[in-house]
């Protein structure tokens, strides 16, 4: 079955990243369209039953059914395969879609998984409610600290797996010490890249063998449709991934794959230019707050891991105010430009309270144990003029009492 775009990967495995961004995966129809083709339809016709019987049995190459292939999306798959310097990858609806397959097309009864204690909640309900109910056991353990990861193996250990930086406390976790101590272990690496995408951080670089996205953020990058994507070998992805989502159906759709694969036209730009942005704002407002989170700046705790693994610290920093919600929520009804939306990734600046928003769920004692402190905000840094982000900051500040 055709799933890959007929592109010749001993030629575009060449290209430099900005090149493989605009046309990694580009597969044209006979009118010769400059722009990737739109596909929205779910089904596709045969000249004979013969030829569809030979697609089904895989003798030949060729789309049967949009759940199983679509050449919209598999443009996509294959930008980003070529992104991260992978040799598959397959993309569904949501980011959660991609880690609940990345996760149960490989674990089972009997399991044992280790994941970050600081990560996404969505991420962290998978861990704490969803596995448990199959019978996978999950131990969660700060994913700053290489030994106690190595101290939670058990013999039956599958799956180790955690985000880095970490949503919203900026934890980094050591991508080549980590894996390097799975694989002695026979343990796959799951990897959520979501805040750096491969334009900042390629996980499978130091080691990890699969990487997982929420493409809905800095990939997509324009706060308009949700997506995910789970990259790793060709093994991994056929073998593992592909009979999971061709037959439970997480797929994404054409619409969002195209809106996607425009997306990642301008993420090598986007992501350079957030990153450079963010840093300019986290300088002034590191003489502003008590405390912020920022990789790229050498306040931070790890700042030399982060510049070890990333290539540009990203758009996403966090602060943590004394006086708790009530200041936090002051600054955020105190912002004229910026906007209060739990969304990150996005060109536009936005900002939001984790305590009683994304981490709402967790619970104090959650929130406490993974540092969701409820003075804490995370602000995602957008394409403004970061002039007029330190103007609305300085004034935000002013009226909380900062
Ligand atoms: C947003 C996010 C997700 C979930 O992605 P959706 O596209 O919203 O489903 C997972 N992990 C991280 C780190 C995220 O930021």
Known sequence: MKRDTGQDRSKTAYWRPAT???????WRSEQGETSEALFLTSGYSYDDAATVAARFAGDLDGMTYS???NPTVAMLE???????????????STGMAA???????????????????????????????LLPRFGVDVTVVDARDNAAWEAAIRPN????????PANPTMDIADIEAICALARAHGITTVVDNAFCTPALQRPLEFGADVVAYSATKLM???????AGAVCGSEAFINDKLLPFQRNTGPNLSPF??????????????RARRQSENALEVGKFVEGRVPVILHPGLESHPQHALARKQMDACGPIFSIVLEGG?????????????IDISNNIGDSRSLMCHPASTTHHNMGPEGREAMGVSEGMLRINIGLEDPADLIEDLDRAFSKAGL
């Open 325 to 337: 919600r009530e200041q936090a929520h002051a600054v955020l009804d105190a912002l004229e430009l």
């Open 67 to 69: 759940r199983l292939q």
């Open 220 to 226: 997509e990058g324009q706060g308009r449709v949700l």
């Open 20 to 26: 493989r961004a605009v046309r990694g995966g580009t």
């Open 78 to 92: 294959e930008r980003i395969a070529l992104l991260e310097g992978a040799e598959a990858c397959r993309v569904q």
């Open 157 to 164: 250990t599958k799956v180790f797996f955690f985000e880095t």
């Open 99 to 129: 880690m609940t397959a990345a996760l149960l097309c490989q674990l089972s009864a009997g399991d044992h998984m280790v994941s970050a204690r600081a990560a996404f909640g969505s991420c962290r309900w998978l861990g704490d409610s």
């Open 256 to 269: 969002n794959a195209w809106v996607v694969l425009k997306g990642l036209e301008t993420l090598d730009l």
